[in-house]
């Protein structure tokens, strides 16, 4: 059983970098990497969905007395 590995990030693989956009000069990929073939499209992000209404409370507090 091969286990696959996943491509590091590279400076020359970002789309700033390879734009000429980069003004940053270092040897690993900074926080505003973003790769290439993508281009400036944000990561597909998880798309939210409502919990159904609930019929009765969480929690209750007691009653005063």
């Not at 020359?12 to 970098?17: A, I, S």
């Not at 040897?27 to 944000?42: D, H, K, Y």
């Not at 990561?43 to 159904?52: D, H, K």
């Not at 409370?57 to 007691?62: D, E, H, L, T």
Request: glycine content about 2%; overall charge positive.
């Amino acid at each position: 059983m091969a286990k696959s590995k996943a491509k590091r990030a590279k400076c020359e693989d970002c789309f700033f970098h390879q734009n000429m956009l980069c003004a940053l000069n270092l040897q690993e990929p900074c926080t505003t990497f973003r790769p290439a073939e993508r281009g400036l499209a944000p990561e597909r992000q998880l798309a939210f969905t409502f919990r159904t209404a609930r019929t009765r409370a969480a929690y209750a507090f007691p009653q005063p007395s």
